[in-house]
Nanobody, 123 residues
């Protein structure tokens, strides 16, 4: 089992920045990727960004590419999502997920999920 805990959500103004963090515990050696997903009210959950647990591969959704940056610290078992140039449409609950993932941008393979953290961007 892998336990994931998100932190860093909150309120930001449009154009501002927030940094989310995902701390992992347990059998983190059993995963090969960590991703961030988000779900806005009344909408389906969508992929945001992901990173391989080894190597340098990252992947972003078109809606956040160039604004968000995902990074990891293997020694601390943490993954961060730096969110810049925030827009009101970025408002959502953000979830960290991990697992043995073949396709970074798809939910399949992400077996472990955090409880989510709220991000609200005001206009």
């Amino acid at each position: 089992q892998v336990q994931l805990v998100e932190s860093g959500g909150g309120l930001a103004q449009a154009g501002g920045s927030l940094r989310l963090s995902c701390a992992g515990a347990g059998r983190t050696y059993s995963i090969n990727a960590v991703g961030w997903f988000r779900q806005a009210p009344g909408k389906e959950r969508e992929f945001v960004a992901a990173i391989r647990w080894s190597g340098s591969m990252t992947y972003y959704s078109d809606s956040v590419k160039g604004r968000f940056t995902i990074s990891r610290d293997n020694a601390k078992n943490t993954v961060a999502l730096q969110m810049n140039s925030l827009k009101p449409e970025d408002t959502a609950v953000y979830y960290c997920a991990a697992g043995l993932v073949l396709v970074l941008g798809a939910e399949r393979g992400y077996d472990y999920w955090g409880q989510g953290t709220q991000v609200t961007v005001s206009s």
